[in-house]
C-alpha cells in the first residue's frame, strides 16, 4: 500500500519559496495569465538614444543610461523562442 507516486518534477514546476499562492502575471508574448514562480524572466537594457547618436555620445565620454525591462514569459513561449530548452529524453517522466 506505501507505493510512492511518480512526481513529474522535483520542483512541482514551480521555483521560489514555499510561501503558497503566488501573485499571477501576464506573458509578454501571448498574454496568458501565469503564476509568478511558473513565469521566466528575462530582463534587458532598452537604450533611451538610437545608435548613431549612443556612439557619438559614448566617445565624447558622456555616461549614458539605460532603462531595464522585465518580461515575463509563460512556459510555452519561452520554450518556443528558445529561452528555455526540453529536458533530453531520459531525463523526461517516463510512464
Known sequence: MNQKITRKRK????????????KRV????CGRSVPRAKAKVIT??????????????KKEGTIILGAQT??????????????VSQRAKDERKTG
Open 11 to 22: 520542483s512541482g514546476g514551480k521555483g521560489g519559496s514555499s510561501k503558497g499562492r503566488y
Open 44 to 57: 534587458g537594457q532598452t537604450r533611451l538614444v538610437d545608435g548613431r547618436m549612443y556612439k557619438e555620445l
Open 26 to 29: 501576464q506573458c509578454s508574448k
Open 70 to 83: 522585465r518580461k515575463f514569459l509563460c512556459i510555452s513561449c519561452a520554450v518556443h523562442s528558445g529561452v
